[in-house]
């Protein structure tokens, strides 16, 4: 019996129905986002600190869709405790490391105005069968920050002109940018990340020892490669042109990075 279990409670191949219901946590943070927005749309009190909450409150929204992805795809693929440790309610709490996971994400989107990569849930790859159901389970989750990149834009592409505060559509320009980031991170071939994770069940066996023994330190390796001027520059050089491709507004995001740091105005 697991902390989910009450006698008599329904079950869904053999997992509480507890383990599928959306947390406390996560309701709250859906609550926050439409609460901040609405409050940003009706320029209500303080509008840079109504963007803040937007922005932060939306960013981890996302972050638990992303990690819920990985979960629900991993659980149809074959591993069933995922449902028992809890990864299907979308409480961020949840996550292996929640400093990791959400602290430092928010961080860097406060500072840096970057989506890192956040959350982490683990999957029982021995009880999932077939390299190809590997792979997706650690495409779930970019792809659905491609999913949520998509729809942003479009918003952005039909809102600012019909009506609404620049305020607003500064702080849905921030949250499209951070997407377009995270997407393409979640996609770069490094051990550990998403995008590494995609291709580790394709190995040869001496890489993919190779792979596993790097695994553990794929943000360090992530930071370093960020930090380095030529390769950082490449890459936010990728993430821009890729944002004008899909006619996002520099001048919203920038507006919007400028507006959720409140402390400074």
């Given at each position: 019996?697991t902390g989910h279990d009450r006698p008599g409670e329904p079950?869904?191949?053999?997992?509480?129905?507890?383990?599928?219901?959306?947390?406390?946590?996560?309701?709250?943070?859906?609550?926050?986002?439409?609460?901040?927005?609405?409050?940003?749309?009706?320029?209500?009190?303080?509008?840079?600190?109504?963007v803040f909450l937007f922005v932060v409150s939306g960013w981890l929204v996302s972050?638990?869709?992303?990690?819920?992805?990985?979960?629900?795809?991993?659980?149809?693929?074959?591993?069933?405790?995922?449902?028992?440790?809890?990864?299907?309610?979308?409480?961020?709490?949840?996550?292996?490391?929640?400093?990791?996971?959400?602290?430092?994400?928010?961080?860097?989107?406060?500072?840096?105005?970057?989506?890192?990569?956040?959350?982490?849930?683990?999957?029982?790859?021995?009880?999932?069968?077939?390299?190809?159901?590997?792979?997706?389970?650690?495409?779930?989750?970019?792809?659905?920050?491609?999913?949520?990149?998509?729809?942003?834009?479009?918003?952005?592409?039909?809102?600012?002109?019909?009506?609404?505060?620049?305020?607003?559509?500064?702080?849905?320009?921030?949250?499209?940018?951070?997407?377009?980031?995270?997407?393409?991170?979640?996609?770069?071939?490094?051990?550990?990340?998403?995008?590494?994770?995609?291709?580790?069940?394709?190995?040869?066996?001496?890489?993919?020892?190779?792979?596993?023994?790097?695994?553990?330190?794929?943000?360090?390796?992530?930071?370093?490669?960020?930090?380095?001027?030529?390769?950082?520059?490449?890459?936010?050089?990728?993430?821009?042109?890729?944002?004008?491709?899909?006619?996002?507004?520099?001048?919203?995001?920038?507006?919007?990075?400028?507006?959720?740091?409140?402390?400074?105005?």
């Amino acid at each position: 019996m697991t902390g989910h279990d009450r006698p008599g409670e329904p079950l869904v191949l053999g997992v509480p129905r507890a383990a599928f219901r959306p947390s406390p946590v996560f309701l709250a943070l859906v609550a926050l986002f439409v609460t901040s927005g609405a409050l940003t749309w009706q320029r209500f009190g303080n509008v840079r600190f109504d963007v803040f909450l937007f922005v932060v409150s939306g960013w981890l929204v996302s972050l638990c869709l992303h990690e819920y992805a990985h979960a629900v795809v991993a659980y149809r693929s074959g591993d069933r405790d995922i449902a028992h440790r809890g990864y299907l309610t979308l409480n961020p709490f949840k996550y292996t490391n929640p400093l990791l996971s959400i602290v430092l994400p928010v961080i860097v989107v406060l500072l840096g105005g970057i989506g890192l990569p956040g959350g982490a849930v683990w999957v029982d790859r021995h009880a999932i069968p077939g390299r190809l159901r590997h792979t997706l389970v650690s495409l779930a989750g970019p792809a659905t920050n491609v999913l949520f990149t998509l729809l942003l834009v479009a918003a952005l592409l039909i809102g600012p002109g019909v009506a609404g505060p620049t305020e607003f559509w500064a702080g849905l320009g921030l949250l499209a940018f951070l997407q377009l980031t995270a997407s393409v991170l979640n996609l770069l071939p490094v051990p550990g990340l998403d995008g590494g994770n995609m291709i580790q069940p394709w190995l040869s066996p001496q890489y993919r020892r190779m792979y596993d023994l790097f695994a553990p330190f794929g943000f360090i390796l992530l930071f370093a490669l960020l930090w380095n001027p030529a390769i950082g520059g490449r890459f936010f050089d990728a993430v821009f042109w890729l944002a004008d491709l899909l006619g996002l507004s520099p001048g919203l995001y920038l507006l919007g990075l400028e507006l959720i740091r409140f402390w400074q105005g």
